[in-house]
């Protein structure tokens, strides 16, 4: 069987489901990739604001830590290190941890929760149940999402990643 030099893929045309199937995974997969480069970017951070000279020291103490206490060691270190020369620093990195701390409540409700797709075409086809096991309150959690609503909570994320690499930037630590 031959086949045109020029022609890599054989494109399918997809249906409803496979469709809604496609862009649901890839906007997940976008999603826990950017919640993961910001875990690794505020560990960097971390690393940087305790020895500068050689980030690495830090790193034994960082790989044992999650992202909630990452986003509190930063905190400390950012306070401990500006408090009294640079109140702007503080005040910058502390409302962004806030704001970063919502995102890694969101993130482990959807990474340890129940996702589904519907059977059938609906406005909002993406289902999500938080693990909970108090079944009466679990009910009152369940959501449902559009694909485009799933988009603006992907690209929520992003945007605090973006803003944690735009304050990095506005604020050389090092």
């Known amino acids: 069987m031959e086949s045109a030099p020029n022609k890599l893929y054989e494109i399918k045309k997809l249906d409803y489901f496979e469709t809604i199937n496609y862009e649901f995974s890839r906007n997940f997969v976008e999603y826990?990739?950017?919640?993961?480069q910001l875990d690794q970017n505020i560990g960097i951070t971390i690393a940087w604001l305790v020895s500068c000279n050689n980030p690495r020291l830090a790193y034994p103490?960082?790989?044992?830590?999650?992202?909630?206490?990452?986003?509190c060691v930063l905190k400390e270190v950012v306070k401990n290190k500006f408090n009294e020369t640079n109140q702007e620093i503080v005040k910058a990195y502390c409302e962004w941890i806030e704001k970063a701390s919502t995102t890694r409540t969101e993130r482990n409700q959807f990474i340890h929760g129940y996702w589904h797709l519907s059977g059938s075409v609906t406005?909002?086809?993406?289902?999500?149940?938080?693990?909970?096991?108090d079944i009466e309150a679990r009910a009152d959690k369940n959501q449902n999402f559009s694909l485009d609503e799933f988009r603006v909570i992907v690209d929520e994320l992003k945007a605090v990643c973006t803003e944690f690499g735009n304050l990095r930037k506005r604020y050389i630590i090092c």
């Open 61 to 71: 103490m960082i790989k044992k830590l999650n992202t909630h206490d990452k986003m």
């Open 123 to 133: 406005e909002k086809p993406i289902f999500f149940s938080p693990i909970s096991w």
């Open 32 to 36: 826990i990739k950017n919640y993961n």
